[in-house]
């Protein structure tokens, strides 16, 4: 199965998460920078 990972770059905040074990699960912003 493919890797599924989600992004919204919204105006003002900006999120990103990836399905683990069939669960969303948002990624933290400090792994980006």
Do not use: R
């Not at 199965?1 to 912003?29: Q, R, Y």
């Amino acid at each position: 199965m493919a890797k599924v990972i989600g992004i919204d770059l919204g105006t003002s905040n900006s999120a990103a998460a990836v399905m683990m074990g069939g669960k969303p699960t948002i990624i933290p912003a400090g792994c980006f920078f």
